[in-house]
């Protein structure tokens, strides 16, 4: 019997403008690895044997050097563009607009390039492999798409505050909708943000929240051009409007368009948002390759 295959997005066409540069590029393994990387090695063990890899075409040459040479030593790789001119017909990008439109148009930037279930995962986060050990077997068993949360505190930085999408689910346990939450910061107890009117709402921190690691089947992607066009129609002459992903996944799930399964993985997450992230993000790795859960070096 042929065990299935899948495919990995990695949306990875963010410069990281809080942490200083292109922050996917910073090592966190004891020998250079990098968190894509990782990532990437997880999704294989789970079945995702194939990378599309969303980047911007203006840093297609430095990222190809700096990262897909990595990768395409281990994996099928093929590359995607998320370029702001992306746009349905009808539609043109406003005056001032320097960055392309959100983690939800940059889903879109891979659909010529998927053909059969996929996850998506940013390339500066670490998941670690439960995610894809649970999406795999999701698949396995269901047409209906996927997200695996993690509870708040796992993702809270200590040197910043951090955006969130904050779950909501049924009675069934699934996904009912995500509320994206900006300028969270960690607490005392739990966290805390404030909202537009001022006003501080506190967070136990047990929250299950979107660290944009989905799974979904190609039916998405005519779906999120539909919401796509709709969202430009309100939004599209603002320059700083993004399609957030988890609002898209949100309203298909609202119309009774599309099923959302909320898997949850007990693995750490972590990711690199400030500079100062960067020596948990090792000491972490580090801890995990001491208790024998990744080789060193990682490809062997």
Known sequence: MVKPSYDLVILAAGMGSRFGGLKQVQPVGPHGELIIEYSAYDARRAGFDRL????????????????????????????????????????????????????????????????????????????????????????????????????????????????????????DGRLVSITEVTKIEKADTGARYADAAGAMHRLTGEEIVSMNFWGFTPPVFSQLERLFGEFLARSGQDPKAEFYLPTALSTLNQQGVARVALLRSEDAWFGITYREDLPAARQAVGALVKAGRYPAPLWG
């Open 52 to 171: 599309v890899l969303v980047i911007r075409r203006d840093i297609e040459r430095d990222f190809r050097e700096a990262i897909g040479r990595r990768l395409e030593a281990h994996f099928n790789v093929e590359y995607a563009f998320q370029e702001i001119s992306d746009l349905p017909p009808g539609f043109a990008a406003p005056a001032g607009r320097s960055k392309p439109w959100g983690t939800g148009h940059a889903v879109l930037a891979a659909r010529k390039a998927v053909r059969r279930p996929f996850a998506v995962i940013n390339a500066d986060d670490f998941y670690g492999a439960a995610g894809y050990r649970a999406l795999a077997a999701h698949f396995a068993a269901s047409a209906d798409y996927a997200m695996v949360g993690y509870p708040l505190r796992q993702t809270l930085s200590e040197h910043g505050a951090v955006s969130r999408g904050l779950c909501a689910t049924g009675k």
